[in-house]
């Protein structure tokens, strides 16, 4: 519900002649610690995934990277970009969400029922501090695997696409 809102909203403040721009993601440092990463397929390879995310903020890079922390969890792979609860956020409207991405061909083995690799991705969307006018959106992907009921997992993993439109 909330990412539905805060969408509605980074919508609404932009103007109806948007421009969309990239920036080149290895020129942000944005770093992301994914942590209580767990993920499961059935035997129908039906797959589910949850996990916390936290993003560092920095107010003094350009653009200003918003501090975050969010429980995801969904289905997949193939379906759509999930919702994630926002645990704590700074005073700018933000929204993160998260998908499990189809695995390789080459990768599609299974162990034990379970299909290996993991891939998942994850957009982080958030106003601009400065310009309400403007609206930024972090995507990034890692590779991971699935782990059933085993030990919760911990990686990092970095933006590789960067969004504004203005």
């Given at each position: 519900?909330?990412?539905a809102i805060?969408?509605?909203a980074?919508?609404?403040?932009?103007?109806?002649?948007?421009t969309?721009?990239?920036?080149?993601?290895d020129?942000?440092?944005y770093?992301?610690?994914?942590?209580e990463?767990n993920?499961?397929?059935?035997?129908?390879?039906?797959?589910?995934?949850k996990?916390?995310i936290t993003a560092d903020g920095?107010?003094t890079s350009?653009?200003?990277l918003?501090?975050?922390?969010?429980?995801?969890?969904?289905?997949g792979?193939?379906?759509?970009?999930a919702?994630?609860?926002?645990?704590?956020?700074?005073n700018?409207?933000?929204?993160v969400?998260?998908?499990?991405?189809?695995s390789?061909?080459?990768?599609n083995?299974t162990?034990?029922?379970?299909?290996?690799?993991?891939e998942?991705?994850?957009s982080?969307?958030h106003?601009?501090f400065?310009?309400?006018?403007?609206?930024w959106?972090?995507t990034?992907?890692?590779?991971?695997s699935?782990?059933?009921?085993?030990?919760?997992?911990?990686?990092?993993?970095t933006p590789?696409q960067?969004?504004?439109?203005a």
């Amino acid at each position: 519900m909330r990412f539905a809102i805060v969408c509605t909203a980074l919508a609404a403040a932009l103007p109806a002649s948007a421009t969309m721009f990239r920036v080149a993601a290895d020129a942000i440092d944005y770093p992301w610690e994914v942590s209580e990463w767990n993920a499961a397929c059935s035997n129908a390879q039906k797959c589910t995934y949850k996990f916390l995310i936290t993003a560092d903020g920095d107010k003094t890079s350009s653009p200003q990277l918003p501090s975050v922390q969010a429980r995801c969890a969904g289905q997949g792979p193939g379906a759509e970009f999930a919702q994630c609860e926002i645990i704590e956020a700074d005073n700018t409207p933000t929204a993160v969400s998260a998908k499990l991405l189809p695995s390789p061909p080459s990768s599609n083995f299974t162990m034990n029922g379970t299909l290996h690799p993991a891939e998942i991705e994850v957009s982080v969307q958030h106003i601009d501090f400065e310009n309400s006018m403007v609206q930024w959106n972090y995507t990034g992907s890692a590779v991971t695997s699935f782990n059933g009921d085993g030990s919760a997992l911990s990686f990092a993993m970095t933006p590789s696409q960067v969004w504004a439109i203005a």
